[in-house]
T-cell receptor, first 115, second 113 residues
Framework: KAGVTQTPRYLIKTRGQQVTLSCSPI?????VSWYQQTPGQGLQFLFE???????NKGNFPGRFSGRQFSNSRSEMNVSTLELGDSALYLC??????????????FGPGTRLTVT | GDSVTQMEGPVTLSEEAFLTINCTYT??????LFWYVQYPGEGLQLLLK?????DKGSNKGFEATYRKETTSFHLEKGSVQVSDSAVYFC????????????FGQGTTLQVKP
């Protein structure tokens, strides 16, 4: 079974631009969560989607948004990029609406660099 | 709010040495606890988990016991290998219907031959 895939793997953008990152969950998984990983702040939760609905949102500005499609694929968008948005963005999928008993599987991440 | 604190790294050990990475947590409810591992250039992999007090999670020679009285979930391995070199994250999630994981800062482990 294929794992969680994220595209693109690497991205370089300029301040002020916007970016869209994509995540394809493991086949059959219906829940997708996004995390931002930076050296200073560590791993921080962005959002969680289940059945095309956002179920939970982390403490990030409105420039960060996401969505989930009917095939469970998810995208996140960051508008008006700032230098501080440079990070590794990780996507995780799980079979059900996530509970502690439903394991999350992480993708390899998208490395975003903002210059 | 809920939080996780890990011992600062990097931790450098010789092959076959004993490993302990300390993790303590603060949570209002009864969280589940996890250890994830991240190898260079990769995403996170679940190493082990425990969902209630006194549970012991184990995998690939690693162990951790959920200690409610000390709010701890320390990771241990009796004999580390060079291939164990990675970043280790302790995390918690509450028992609500949410996928939100709260992670510690991560501890880098370097094992030398």
């Amino acid at each position: 079974k294929a794992g969680v895939t994220q595209t693109p793997r690497y991205l370089i953008k300029t301040r002020g631009q916007q970016v869209t990152l994509s995540c394809s969950p493991i086949s059959g998984h219906r829940s997708v969560s996004w995390y931002q990983q930076t050296p200073g702040q560590g791993l921080q939760f962005l959002f969680e989607y289940f059945s095309e609905t956002q179920r939970n949102k982390g403490n990030f500005p409105g420039r960060f948004s996401g969505r989930q499609f009917s095939n469970s694929r998810s995208e996140m968008n960051v508008s008006t990029l700032e230098l501080g948005d440079s990070a590794l963005y990780l996507c995780a999928s799980s079979l059900y609406l996530v509970s502690p008993l439903s394991e999350q599987y992480f993708g390899p991440g998208t490395r975003l660099t903002v210059t | 709010g809920d939080s996780v604190t890990q011992m600062e790294g990097p931790v450098t050990l010789s092959e076959e040495a004993f490993l302990t990475i300390n993790c303590t947590y603060t949570a209002t409810g009864y969280p589940s606890l996890f250890w994830y591992v991240q190898y260079p250039g990769e995403g996170l992999q679940l190493l082990l988990k425990a969902t209630k007090a006194d549970d012991k999670g184990s995998n690939k020679g690693f162990e951790a016991t959920y200690r409610k009285e000390t709010t701890s979930f320390h990771l241990e391995k009796g004999s580390v290998q060079v291939s164990d070199s990675a970043v280790y994250f302790c995390a918690l999630s509450d028992h609500g219907n949410t996928g939100k994981l709260i992670f510690g800062q991560g501890t880098t482990l370097q094992v030398k031959p």
